[in-house]
């Protein structure tokens, strides 16, 4: 099992900046890609950002250049860095954990971006 604890949502007007995080706990081990995907109201949940153990990094067309994902292996917790929000950029954050016989999501992490 993995647990996984996203903090950092918040609100922000268009143009600034925050920055989530999520902290793995349990199996960690396991964890093959950890993501960060976002669902905004009457939408379907949508992948922003992910990244491997290899550290390939995967991102959405919609926030690529404002957006970074990282990770610290040392403290078991990735990162999303957003930049240049935009109204369109909120939603309810998840982080995500991929293993090889299934996945884990966090509770979510409201953003919310005021024009």
């Known amino acids: 099992q993995v647990q996984l604890v996203e903090s950092g949502g918040g609100s922000v007007q268009a143009g600034g900046s925050l920055r989530l995080s999520c902290a793995a706990s349990?199996?960690?081990?396991?964890?093959?890609?950890l993501g960060w995907y976002r669902q905004a109201p009457g939408k379907q949940r949508e992948l922003v950002a992910s990244i491997t153990n290899g550290e390939r990094r995967n991102y959405a067309d919609s926030v690529k250049g404002r957006f970074t994902i990282s990770r610290d292996n040392a403290k078991n917790t990735v990162y999303l860095q957003m930049n240049s929000l935009k109204p369109e950029d909120t939603a309810v954050y998840y982080c995500?954990?991929?293993?090889?016989?299934?996945?884990?999501w966090g509770q979510g992490t409201q953003v919310t971006v005021s024009s």
């Open positions: 995500n954990g991929k293993f090889p016989i299934g996945e884990s």
């Open positions: 349990g199996n960690i081990f396991s964890i093959n890609v």
